[in-house]
């Protein structure tokens, strides 16, 4: 270690200013945090001890409640891929299924993105901010597994200048980062981010027999048309190469196809016990997201029309990304609402959205997604009306 | 009746090296100085002496030249050493070598009900040119307060609830009378109730308990439950256009010395506190002392950080500074100039921090006593919305978007959201706290600066 503190501490003063290099100082800064917490002390005057938590620690957190999400992604992608061609295979095998896909879906992510950070900080002479660690490995999360690489490129592109970059860098964007990516996917290329992409099958490769690709989600919408009971229809597929695939156990565990990291609602929840224990997450807002979706469902149920309205609201919580997104989107600090009281309502409204945008909009299955989003958007009106009601309270008090 | 006031939000930090209750028989220091940067709202200091005057304790030494009624004397009789001035011929403080015996200019004594049916103006005006005034602190601003000005009602907080404060029941024995008296003069001066604080767990001097003509109320819960504007807050909260002033224990005796004694009286007792001092105990001395000979031999070791007054308001004055006007105590750590290997995220229980994220496990441990270093822990970075700040401020207060609106100069938005309700003390929780490690606390006086010279 002193070997490379010696060398960081030779190599510094031409990063410095009126250095060699002097323009890449906050590149240099990056990498020299990274290997050594700085020694900088505290002014004079003001808070004489700091605490330990800086936001590395804390980016680095939410990454680590990410992880089970992660791993079990991995392992999906290999079992639904080994499910869907009718092999037998063991564990290992999955996982190196999985491992082969998405690995380099990660690197290209971290690898645009932290690329694009380091060239903004040199050109506008900011610190890079810790905050793309997080987004680095949400954008892998939201991906199907099959997707080309180059578009994992263009959309983290896309998301970190227009959806970051363009509004003044980290802490200013309007709207989650990863999402944005996701959505810039859907718009873009609509035909490759549906249908058959949510399992991992190689040109050639030959499906069994009676294989579908066909979400929960899909599934919940076309029996809309049919007029059939979406529970029935979700138990009865996948019939003869995998049954009980849309059971409710699976769709709550997460053994089904879909996104990489989105399908297990159990990992999720053990993300968001992460997250709550560490305080890194506002449990206020996940809670509330859940909350919504399940009374948007039971309000559906009572005024139901059709099957999708009459599926069980309990449904709604375990199908599509809902949970990934309540967990680990609607939760960034920088786009949510920032007032506690703002929170609740920030969080509900997006689970109502949701399962309004699922039931409702024929065009968009998953509804995660746009509620986030355009929640996002709304988060400063909320936080607006809870500033407001402080103040209104402070004037108040002056005339009694 | 008083009132009580339950406070759950907040954060006591639990520092080793706490002050023994015994007071050491060290000799008293050699000099003492006064620091007109220890004020805030003082226009320009004009400078009444000259290097090789000697003073009385009660001598004025300069006087604002704004209002040229608020004096500020000598804690302590002797010669004038030092008029040190900084850039811009700014005063930065002046140094007195005091007298083996400290003498008082005389002024006018007072029997207990003499002081009974004193007016307003003669009390004032005794405050005045004794330079005990600048004990009364004024909110909104933190400013010393304006004697043109009648508050609607002062506030005396009588317990320090900051890390390693100093114990008000032993500082203050046997200052009933003093007290007693103070609080009866100001008492002329408040245009309401005079409001004594006391915190319901710790043990209450009598000082306090017996208080009379005065509004007793209790407080529970950790810091900030002892500072002046947490308390105002909640018993008679400042709205705009409002004044109500705050002073400390010390103050408010130092106020009945003058009276009863008719003698200016700057002694005090003060805590030398923290982790690197290695016989933490108390001291008899008075306002502005130098803290060198409190120190010697006193060190575990050479590397340390010596603070006039806490870690959380205090400030750096090195091992031969001398105390502040207002500080009780001296905190010396160790200094944090330290790199740490991957210090980001490895796993540790030593680091003290409100936060339970990844690798901080300080949380089970937080009835041990910890050693925190001057370390930063971290990079400045943007503001992240954690939530952390609403956690530290027991109050009806937005922290977060009361920052912003200072950070982007919003006068309207500074008034509706509360500053004049807080100063630096309030949120210096906020500045520990801090994910993004801003300076708060200078914030927070920016803000106070901008609206008072608005």
Known sequence: MKFLRNTLDKAKHNFEKGGKFEKYYYAFEALETFAFSPNTTT??????????IDLKRLMMTVIIAMTPCLIFGIFNVGHQHFLAIGQEAGMMDKFWIGVIQVLPIIIVSYGVGLGIEFVFSTLRRHPVNEGYLVTGMLIPLVMPPDIPLWQVAVATAFAVIIGKEAFGGTGMNVMNVALTARAFLYFAYPTQISGEVWTYLPEGVQTVAGYSGATPLAIAAQ??????????????????????????TNLFTGIMPGSIGETSTLMCLIGAFILWATGAGSWKIMVSVFAGAWAMGLLLNGLAVNPYMEM????????????FGAVFMATDPVTAAQTETGKWVYGFMIGLFTVLIRVFNPAYPEGIMLAILLMNVFAPLIDYFVVSANKTRRLKRATV | MGKFIRLKKGFDINLAGKAALKLSNTEQPETFVIKPDDFHGIYMPKVLVKEGDSVKAGSPLFHDKKNEKIVFTAPVSGEVVEVKRGEKRKLLEIKILADKTIESLPFTKYSVSELANLNREKIQEQLLTSGVW???????????????????SIFVSAFDSHPLAPDYSFIYKGQENYFQAGIDALKKLSGGPVHVNVHSEREISPVFAQVKNAELNKFSGPHPSGCAGVQIHHIDPINKGDVVWTINPAGVIQIGKLFLNGAVDASKIVAVAGSEVSDPQYYKTYTGASV????????????????????LTGTSIGKEGHM?????????????????????????TQKVSFQRSWGLFSFLTRSKEAVIDSNMHGEPRAFVQSGVFEQVVPMDILPTHLLKAIIAEDYDDMEALGIYEVI??????????DVSKHNVQSIVREGIDLLANA
């Open chain 1, 43 to 52: 002014s004079a005057k003001g808070v004489q001890i700091r605490d330990a």
């Open chain 1, 223 to 248: 029996s809309v048309t049919d007029g059939t009971n979406v529970v029935s229809q979700l138990n009865s597929f996948g019939t003869g190469w995998a049954d009980g695939l849309y059971s409710f």
């Open chain 1, 312 to 323: 069980p609201a309990h449904y709604h919580l375990v199908i599509g990304g809902l949970a």
């Open chain 2, 134 to 152: 600048i004990n009364l602190i004024q909110r909104p601003y933190g400013i010393v307060a304006n004697p043109e000005e009648t508050p609607k």
């Open chain 2, 292 to 311: 060198k000979k409190f120190l010697a031999n006193n060190l575990k070791n050479d590397h340390v950080r010596v603070i006039s007054g806490n870690v």
């Open chain 2, 324 to 348: 502040g006007f207002f500080d009780q105590m001296i905190t010396v750590i160790p200094e944090g100039d330290h790199h740490e290997f991957l210090g980001w995220i490895t796993p540790t």
């Open chain 2, 424 to 433: 630096e003390e309030d949120l210096a929780l906020c500045e520990f706290v």
